[in-house]
């Protein structure tokens, strides 16, 4: 099965812990992003990977990182969790114009 | 402000009307994409169409790019069609997409 794969679908944690969420694409595809999903349903540009190389950081707090081992992997660290870092956080890839989702991992930070 | 703003933001409809969903931006568009969230929260793409029209099974989009709007639309509309419809640009070659907020659609039998 050719897709989109993200791993824990949901996670609950307390301030101040270090979270990492996993990515992984089948589909043979360039470039990988985070985006973020918002308690309003807003979705917004974290990062953005082309072939392992960072093109796109959309000025996201420093606590996270974006992770990278090969163009088929982008995961996701957070050093040291928020309140407001509660979210669905959705992986994509794409190899053109076309962006495929991931079913996304639901952080719940208490 | 936010760069694609959707309307209308929710609507409810009959089994087997017709929708039509609006999406305008405010820059450029190099690409633009619709998708539909389901109400479990998975993305799935529907029609990648930066420009004129494109149609797929009940489902037409037209895209204006000069004048800067997309629409879609949705025939004979069924219960299963309920969930978010959202319609997002690509504004560089970045790739990256930028989202508006979307339509929600309740579809009732």
């Known amino acids: 099965e050719t897709a989109v794969f993200q791993t824990p679908n949901y996670h609950v944690t307390q301030v101040g812990n270090e979270v990492s969420f996993n990515c992984k694409q089948t589909l043979g595809h360039d470039t990988m992003y985070w985006y973020k999903q918002d308690s309003k349903k807003l979705l917004k540009i974290m990062f953005s990977y082309n072939n392992k190389q960072l093109i796109v950081n959309e000025t996201v707090p420093r606590r996270f990182s974006p992770q990278s081992s090969d163009k088929a992997h982008l995961n996701l660290r957070i050093k040291s969790v928020e309140p407001e870092d509660s979210a669905v956080y959705l992986c994509?890839?794409?190899?053109?114009?076309?962006?495929?989702f991931g079913p996304g991992t639901r952080l719940t930070v208490l | 402000g936010q760069q694609v703003q959707q309307s209308p933001a929710s609507l409810v409809l009959q089994e087997g009307e017709n929708a039509e969903l609006q999406c305008n931006f405010s820059s450029t568009a190099t690409q633009l994409q619709w998708f539909y969230q389901s109400p479990g929260g998975s993305l799935v793409s529907l029609l990648s169409n930066p420009s004129g029209t494109k149609h797929t099974g009940r489902l037409t989009s037209t895209t204006v790019t000069k004048e800067r709007r997309s629409s879609l639309h949705i025939s004979s509309s069924q219960t299963t069609d309920s969930g978010t419809y959202l319609c997002?640009?690509?504004?560089?070659?970045?790739?990256?997409?930028?989202f508006g907020s979307g339509t929600k659609l309740t579809v009732e039998p």
């Open positions: 997002a640009i690509e504004m560089s070659n970045y790739n990256v997409l930028y």
């Open positions: 994509a890839s794409s190899l053109g114009a076309e962006q495929f």
